[in-house]
């Protein structure tokens, strides 16, 4: 009498679940600047030109701690160095709330500096997160895995804009970046309590574990750290510069990432001084935007693994959604040939449930890292994509303070859009895993 394994678990979505948490908290504390923005820079006195480079000030550091970011994930495992990226990220997002005492140029450099230090602490959030996908999930569920979490970007605005728009009406702005920062900290506890590989974790069984692996999750990841792998080559790192896919994923990451960052930076900033509405009504009009590229993050995702699992190459099924998700995201120019309010919000939430749709480069990612280098890969990737983090507010707020109109900032935007296209359909070649040699490979 034979006896048949059961039915795999399904803890593996409890942990997607805590990724979208994270990632919630994570972009509303990047995006709470922009929310807070229209009355802090007016009480401060931050012109528009200095509000764009306090915007960039996450950014420039954001970029500079990618690599370092990712090696300390490959050196001492996701539970640990992400712990205290949530724990830092939101003790100083609590800081800038203390601003009131200053204002003019002693603001501008203060803040600059606090958020210099969020862009340090949240460096490494995504490749962690890439990480642990590529640790919990089979490469069937892998693209729903990472739109999963990669949505919550919207998901946070849609909760969190409202409510960090409606406290800075009612309490006044120092009061919302105290209540993030103090959520934060419940979130960090949170990640400690359950996170764990799962090759270690309790509630994973044996079917479950058994999926993962034979779907090829690499499921004892931080076990595999400790066995020496996290140690690299010269030579390994060089593929990560020199392999085609790996250029193509920069640049089209680099292109996406110009439309998120225009949403969480000036987009609020644009409801208020080009169409007219008051701080709250733009925290509230930004939640439909939001829901959109929720909507669209979740379907890309989705659509993704139906292609996969109906036949068809990674290749195909990864490039097939970003490519049509970022066609659609250039229809933000629109808002430039309307005056209606409704009608500037439908071309935003069309634009964004496209960019939402094409937004599936961390689960390519996850398909094509090394598996000696998870965490470095996701490091150098996030590096490039978040280049634009510094160049999208400061170009930007160039356009605003010269031309004194949002038009051709809108312009730039769907540019960047095309540019992803373009790099996904000419640069990218063939999906697949890159394979290295190990150094103890090397050696024998």
């Not at 800038?96 to 949240?122: D, I, N, P, W, Y």
């Not at 949403?263 to 900033?269: A, E, H, M, Y």
């Not at 071309?347 to 965490?375: E, N, T, Y």
């Not at 978040?386 to 160049?391: H, K, M, Q, V």
Request: charged content about 10%; overall charge positive.
């Amino acid at each position: 009498m034979t006896t048949s394994m059961p039915a795999p678990g399904r803890f593996r979505y409890a942990i997607v679940a805590l990724l979208f948490v994270v990632t919630s908290v994570n972009y509303a504390d990047r995006s709470i600047l922009a929310i807070t923005a229209p009355v802090l820079a007016e009480q401060l006195g931050i012109d528009a030109l200095s509000l764009g480079w306090v915007f960039s000030a996450f950014g420039w550091a954001y970029v500079a701690a990618q690599v370092p970011g990712g090696w300390l994930l490959d050196r001492f495992g996701s539970r640990r160095v992400y712990f205290c990226s949530i724990l830092c990220w939101s003790l100083l997002t609590g800081a800038q709330g203390l601003l009131t005492f200053s204002s003019g140029a002693t603001a501008v450099v203060t803040l600059f500096m606090l958020r210099l230090m969020v862009g340090l602490a949240e460096a490494p959030a995504f490749p962690g997160n890439a990480r642990v996908v590529a640790a919990w999930f089979p490469a069937s569920e892998r693209g729903t895995a990472s739109a999963i979490f990669n949505s919550a970007q919207y998901f946070a605005t849609v909760l969190f804009a409202p409510l960090m728009g409606g406290i800075t009406h009612v309490f006044g702005w120092p009061w919302t970046y105290g209540f993030m920062g103090g959520l934060g900290l419940l979130v960090s506890l949170l990640w400690l309590k359950v996170m764990q590989d799962p090759a270690r974790h309790p509630r994973v069984g044996a079917a479950e574990l058994k999926l993962i692996i034979d779907g090829g999750g690499m499921a004892d990841l931080d076990g595999a750290r400790r066995g020496g792998l996290q140690r690299f080559t010269l030579e390994q790192i060089r593929v990560l510069f020199t392999d085609r896919s790996m250029i193509g994923l920069y640049i089209g990451q680099f292109a996406i990432n110009t439309l998120t960052y225009f949403f969480i930076t000036w987009f609020p900033v644009y409801l208020v001084q080009q169409r007219g509405m008051s701080v709250m009504e733009a925290g509230f009009s930004a939640s439909l935007p939001a829901i959109c590229g929720f909507a669209g993050g979740v379907l890309g995702g989705v659509w993704s693994d139906f292609l996969l699992r109906r036949g068809a190459s990674l290749t195909v099924a990864r490039k097939t959604p970003v490519v049509a998700g970022m066609l659609i995201a250039i229809c933000i120019v629109g808002c430039n040939y309307v005056d209606s309010p409704a009608m500037v919000l439908l071309f935003m939430s069309i634009a964004f449930f496209g960019k939402g749709i094409g937004a599936l480069g961390w689960a390519i990612m996850a398909d094509v890292a090394p598996r000696q280098l998870a965490g470095l890969s996701g490091g150098i990737f996030n590096t490039f994509g978040n280049l634009s983090s510094i160049i999208t507010p400061i170009v930007i707020g160039a356009i605003v303070q010269f031309t004194g109109s949002f038009d051709m900032a809108l312009v730039f935007v769907a540019a960047n859009a095309l540019l992803a296209v373009g790099s996904f359909l000419f640069v990218i070649g063939q999906i697949r895993r890159i394979e290295i040699a190990s150094p103890a490979a090397d050696a024998a």
